[in-house]
């Protein structure tokens, strides 16, 4: 096996089963294998991964040194030697998207310009 299939074959071992296993019993902000990849491809290329990568998938079209960048990151979250809190908010927040809220948790905050019915007041 050459040395991207290797990356690569480890890529998606570590976002679709190392990561996403040990996400919960962690107490991390993401859990599913595509956020991880988001994570771990911004930090790479210190920005939105998708302003860098022409291709999709991602992690095919990618340089190789950045993918490698992207392994070696995803290596130290699983081993509890990055943050993945932290590298999850940077990634957010270069998406303009800051406060770490989840789709679940943003559906879950009260809207203020949605109007409710109240029975009581009629």
Sequence with gaps: M???RALEARWLELTRSVLPAVAGPRGWPIRLDHC???VLLDCAFGGVWYEHVAGRP???AAPVDALA????????VAAGR???AAL???SLAWRGRGG?????RRAQR????SMSFNPSST
């Design 2 to 4: 050459g040395a991207r």
């Design 36 to 38: 991880f990849q988001r």
């Design 58 to 60: 991602a992690y095919r």
């Design 69 to 76: 960048r992207a392994v070696a990151l995803g290596e130290r």
């Design 82 to 84: 990055a943050d993945l």
């Design 88 to 90: 999850n908010a940077r």
């Design 100 to 104: 770490g809220l989840g789709r679940a």
């Design 110 to 113: 009260p809207n203020s310009r």
